[in-house]
């Protein structure tokens, strides 16, 4: 199990190789990657602040969840802060399971998790400004299928 | 002693990211209330705390909570991590 918060880029394709790398055990390897996007045009930069100590806490009490859970023979978490540029990687997930479905389920519990339960808090700068991206009501139902 | 962090807009309101304070508030809502009444940056911050989220010692937690045996506790928005 590998969990990373990290203010530096990491490669997506490199770390879900290393991964998958000499595995036998294993049917089914789902990995997902989160990346800065310009939704609205004119996005500089995602600026993600994070709460040093919590952040690792909770992602490895999540982790830990979604590995008995799905029987997981092994997952990666990455998850950057500081200023990202659009485009950039900004958080990956990887899970290794017999099934497929187990491995697929097992990623989207760890994302909706992630998404609202880890302490990361997101920053838009823009060319008119800067706001805080605000949680939705859909971040928080998407808990309650789990 | 109890040490207070603020993370996101909280922090920005507020004007800093951690503070050392002494306090009786025996729950979380109690030292809120003592927050309020500091300064016009606290009660703006603290204005709304349906909007805000607690963790005491780095867990997520309930404004109704107690302080007993808390040594941080962390004021914050909901999280978007992802």
């Known amino acids: 199990m590998k969990i990373s918060v990290q203010e530096g880029p990491f490669d997506a394709g490199a770390e879900l190789d290393a991964f998958s790398h000499g595995r036998q055990e294993v049917g089914a390897v789902v990995s997902f990657t989160g990346i800065v996007r310009d939704r609205e045009g004119g996005l500089i930069a995602m600026e993600i ?94 808990l309650s299928r789990w | 002693m109890i040490e207070i962090v603020y993370f996101a807009w909280v922090r920005e309101r507020i004007g800093l990211p951690r503070e050392r304070i002494e306090t009786k508030a025996a729950t979380v809502a109690e030292l809120v209330e003592e927050l309020r009444a500091r300064e016009e940056r606290y009660a703006a911050a603290f204005a709304d705390v349906s909007a805000l989220r607690v963790a005491l010692d780095q867990e997520l937690s309930e404004f109704d909570a107690a302080l007993s045996g808390v040594r941080e506790v962390a004021f914050f928005p909901p999280m978007t991590g992802g």
């Open chain 1, 49 to 142: 602040e994070h709460y040093p100590g919590m952040t690792e806490k909770a992602i490895g009490e999540i982790a830990e969840q979604a590995r008995a859970r799905w029987n997981l023979a092994d997952l990666v978490v990455i998850h950057r802060f500081g200023s990202l540029p659009v485009g950039q990687p900004i958080m990956m997930v990887a899970t290794a399971a017999l099934h497929r479905r187990a491995a697929f389920e097992a990623a989207e519990y760890l994302m909706d998790y992630l998404k609202s339960r880890a302490p990361f808090w997101k920053k838009e700068v823009t060319q008119s400004g800067a706001h805080w991206v605000e949680a939705t009501p859909e971040d928080e139902d998407a």
